[in-house]
């Protein structure tokens, strides 16, 4: 059942292109969230003919930015591939909404990957978390691996997360290439970059070396943590960051239960901190006992 302007409209008679028609036919309603909520719907039917295609991508530019966010997403969901230069122009936009739902939209369709690269340079975190997390969705992302690793020693922790998402998702092999990198990151004097830091090298998981896991043992001695969110995250803006993205300790206990075969000296070491004070330590060394196996249990 469709609803537009007070009236019902029922579609289970409609074949897809009657209902992709039907709702085309009401993006020129004047109300701006009828139009989104239309694109919405466009969306999840799956596919749309090349004409019903233009009309949605005419939409691209519309001045309203709520809607060209909306049509880019729709695109991408579509996977409109005749969008993709539009959709890629979109990405120098300075509205985030738009360049958020441009990436998307991209890495959804895994298309110019080298755009979005491009837009890790930019300097709002909002792009970069947003081109990241476009980047999962690519076929070569690999090939991006010396920026993404850059990006753990941002200042954002939504940025951190997403490269250390991406990097860990990436493989050993790939990432022993960037080693070096995110090593020095180990040394910073914000806590969040040392935990982001650390989990990236719990991607190295069986690769690591005794060097990489007496590096990470050292960090379950800090007691630092990052709050540079506290604000946005009691204003209800962002959600707050894992204890593994925000404590270098937790960072460090949660990779090492990562590296298995590799880190099975470090179970003293990780059973010291059962008794913390600090009880996220705690969890998260015992839940790196729990990764490791039967070693821990000895």
Request: with cysteine; hydrophobic share 45%; net charge negative.
């Amino acid at each position: 059942m469709l609803s537009f302007s007070g009236q019902n409209y029922t579609t289970s008679a409609f074949g897809l292109s009657q209902q992709a028609d039907f709702l085309i036919s009401k993006l020129g309603y004047p109300d701006k969230q009828e139009q989104i909520d239309t694109l919405r719907r466009l969306a999840d039917l799956g596919s749309c003919s090349p004409k019903q295609i233009c009309a949605i991508e005419d939409l691209l530019n519309n001045v309203d930015s709520d809607l060209i966010a909306s049509a880019c997403f729709t695109l991408g969901a579509l996977k409109a591939e005749s969008s993709v230069p539009k959709i890629a122009s979109k990405l120098n936009s300075a509205d985030m909404d738009i360049v958020e739902a441009a990436c998307w939209a991209l890495g959804h369709m895994d298309c110019e990957q080298e755009e979005v690269v491009k837009v890790l340079q930019m300097e709002e975190p909002r792009a970069k978390a947003a081109a990241v997390s476009a980047l999962k969705g690519m076929s070569k992302a690999e090939n991006c691996v010396s920026a993404v690793a850059q990006l753990v020693g941002t200042s954002s922790a939504a940025v951190r997360k997403a490269a250390v998402e991406l990097l860990q998702s990436f493989g050993s092999e790939t990432i022993l290439g960037v080693k070096p990198v995110i090593s020095g990151f180990l040394a910073d004097e914000s806590s969040g970059v040392v935990a982001a830091a650390a989990m990236a090298l719990g991607g190295l998981r069986t690769s690591a070396t005794a060097f990489d896991v007496s590096a990470l043992e050292a960090l379950l001695n800090k007691s630092g943590e990052d709050k540079s969110f506290q604000m946005l995250s009691a204003a209800g803006v962002v959600a707050k960051p894992p204890p593994a993205l925000r404590k270098s300790a937790c960072a460090a206990a949660a990779a090492l239960g990562m590296l298995g075969d590799a880190a099975t000296s470090s179970v003293p070491r990780l059973a010291e901190c059962l008794g913390s004070r600090d009880w996220e330590l705690r969890l998260e060394a015992l839940k790196a006992l729990g990764a490791l196996g039967k070693p821990a249990a000895h």
